[in-house]
């Protein structure tokens, strides 16, 4: 079955580095999103993609972050100069057309800040 | 401020019973809704949605959904100790082309054997 792949699992930098977490979504999918979940609290929207584009971001979605579809198969998230509050699991997502269609998650990439 | 509210639990039933978890959301306009199950330290992963008032059966699950009451639910039956996690019900709020998801804290459930 196809699923959502994210490399690296884990990922440990030191504060003000950039890092840079990768995806490769569904093959057939067009919508591409990040979510990130701090540990202990609610899974929170990022941004979404479409078309080589962001289509929305939410207010997490400062100037530190950009997205890139560098290729036909990979998605990334960036973050410029990594704080200490941007430590938490951030997961990809796919889905395979607009609307209501259901979105399905990569494994997550822990990111840990020190 | 779209909010998506479950009680955080936890909930214990005793295995072979049914496991009711609930949600209610905030934005009238939502138009689709899903159940993940999440273990520790894993991804979201995907039980069943819901978009049409009313229950929606899919093996052991039922998902109920009132758009009148903001509210929509999961039903587990036969439950099973492997069903232990924490429940996270999504609303999509659409906008344009996307589905945004707007998820809840979650609610975890023990079953015990």
């Known amino acids: 079955e196809p699923e959502v792949t994210q490399t690296p699992s884990h990922q440990v930098t030191q504060m003000g580095q950039e890092v840079i977490l990768r995806c490769v979504p569904i093959s057939n999918h067009l919508y591409f999103y990040w979510y990130r979940q701090i540990l202990g609290q609610k899974v929170e929207f990022l941004v979404s993609?479409?078309?080589?584009?962001?289509?929305?971001k939410s207010e997490i979605f400062d100037d530190q972050f950009s997205v890139e579809r560098p290729d036909g198969s990979n998605f990334t998230l960036k973050i410029r100069s990594t704080k200490l509050e941007d430590s938490a699991m951030y997961f990809c997502?796919?889905?395979?057309?607009?609307?209501?269609?259901?979105?399905?998650f990569g494994p997550g990439t822990r990111l840990l800040v020190l | 401020q779209k909010e998506v509210e479950q009680n955080s639990g936890p909930l214990s039933v005793p295995e072979g019973a049914i496991a009711s978890l609930n949600c209610t959301y905030s934005?009238?306009?939502?138009?689709?809704f899903f159940w993940y199950r999440q273990y520790s330290g894993k991804s979201p992963e995907l039980i069943m949605f819901?978009?049409?008032?009313g229950d929606k059966e899919d093996g052991r699950f039922t998902a109920q959904l009132n758009k009148a009451s903001q509210y929509v639910s999961l039903l587990i039956r036969d439950s099973q100790p492997s069903d232990s996690a924490t429940y996270l019900c999504a609303v999509g709020m659409g906008s344009g082309n996307f589905n945004k998801f707007y998820f809840g804290s979650g609610t975890k459930l023990n079953v015990k054997p």
């Open positions: 993609f479409y078309n080589n584009e962001i289509s929305e």
């Open positions: 997502a796919s889905s395979e057309a607009r609307g209501q269609e259901t979105q399905y």
């Open positions: 819901i978009y049409s008032n």
């Open positions: 934005d009238r306009g939502s138009q689709s």
